[in-house]
């Protein structure tokens, strides 16, 4: 509403106009009684010059303050979305130098797995069908059926390979488990950067 008066034009004639009305109450004041019919007026003028000019200061004040705090809340907004990104930043190095760490060891855990089973040992130790099916239903996890007996049949995969695998899923379990804590602790962080707010 009293934007259109914001300008500095308006706002320098705030004091010449209180001014004004103060000197008009006051020549007022001294009218003789006589001329009864400018006295009034003058007074009513007066009244309204300087209660205006009261009334428009008091808003433009009003108005400076509340810009003031807006831009105070803008400056606030960037620093905490930078301090956000910072923590963010950190988060996603830490997490990629563990995944890296991660992704090392897997290729350990495949070359020694390549290295433990000689040809004779992978013969010698066939992996039974139930052991794959029980591992299969765990990975999707399914209860296993509870009518599945040993019967003794091998299965086609052979041992070397089945550790590969096993190897190759806990390591992926690892990942997920870096990325959850991750992101547990980024959201730990973002909520110490807006908490200080």
Do not use: H
Not at 32 to 58: M, Q, R, T
Not at 69 to 97: F, N
Not at 177 to 193: D, G, M, R, T, Y
Request: hydrophobic residues 45%.
């Amino acid at each position: 509403m009293f934007e259109f008066l914001s300008d500095g034009f308006i706002f320098n004639f705030l004091f010449p106009i209180g001014v004004a009305g103060l000197v008009l109450l006051f020549v007022a004041y001294f009218i003789p009684v006589s001329l009864i019919k400018f006295k009034i007026p003058a007074l009513l003028l007066g009244i309204i010059l300087l209660l205006f000019s009261v009334f428009y200061y008091g808003k433009k004040v009003e108005f400076v303050k509340a810009e003031l705090q807006r831009q105070q809340d803008l400056v606030r907004i960037q620093q905490l979305e930078i301090a956000s990104q910072q923590v963010t930043t950190q988060t996603v190095i830490k997490y990629v130098d563990k995944i890296k760490v991660i992704e090392k060891e897997r290729l350990v855990y495949v070359d020694k797995i390549k290295n433990a089973f000689t040809p004779e040992i992978i013969l010698d130790y066939p992996i039974p069908n139930l052991f794959v099916r029980v591992l299969d239903d765990a990975a999707q996890g399914k209860i296993p059926d509870s009518t599945g007996v040993a019967d003794g049949t091998t299965s086609e995969i052979k041992i070397n390979d089945a550790a590969t695998y096993i190897s190759e899923n806990y390591t992926t379990c690892r990942l997920n488990s870096e990325k959850l804590e991750s992101l547990q602790n980024w959201i730990k962080f973002q909520q110490k950067v807006f908490a200080s707010e």
